[in-house]
């Protein structure tokens, strides 16, 4: 599990630095901004901008698409936070945490774990374009 905070963890420890070199020289209020900065970042790095993550296996029978990601991939970010109100239409599989998910990407994927990656009706996609995503995610029947 502590492999999926490395990047908040990092973040938060560099912005913790920063602040406490600010704050040092007699810059209080830089200190703070940096701070908030480096938190938000930690934050958006967690995995706690996700959906819970289930295993392959369960998202393999909950028959709805499947969306493999893993914290700190800019581009899942970038798709996570399009698919706001429509995240949870879809099984998020951290691939991190589950072999059999990097087992699935690199299958997709030319033996690459690029992610995110993105199985609708059975046929998966690398790295689509969020409001593709979106557009699938919002046409199939809600479920959480």
């Known amino acids: ?9 990092l973040a938060l420890v560099i912005g913790v630095t920063l602040a406490g070199w600010s704050a040092y020289g007699g810059s209080g209020k830089s ?4 701070l908030a900065v480096f938190v938000v970042l930690a934050f958006l ?16 029978v909950g028959g709805k698409p499947i969306v493999y990601w893993r914290p700190g991939c800019q581009y899942c970010l970038r798709l996570r936070l399009v698919l706001i109100g429509a995240a949870g239409r879809a099984s998020w599989v951290n ?14 994927a030319d033996g690459n774990e ?28 809600v479920g959480e």
């Open 114 to 141: 690029t992610v995110p990656t993105v199985v609708v009706d059975g046929v998966g996609r690398v790295n689509p374009g969020p409001r593709w995503v979106r557009e699938r995610l919002r046409a199939g029947p």
């Open 45 to 60: 790095f967690s995995p706690l901008v996700f959906p819970r993550s289930v295993s392959a296996a369960e998202a393999a």
């Open 95 to 108: 691939i991190w945490a589950d072999p059999e998910a990097a087992a699935a990407v690199r299958a997709v």
């Open 1 to 9: 599990m502590l492999r999926s905070w490395r990047f908040a963890l």
């Open 31 to 34: 200190a703070v901004v940096q």
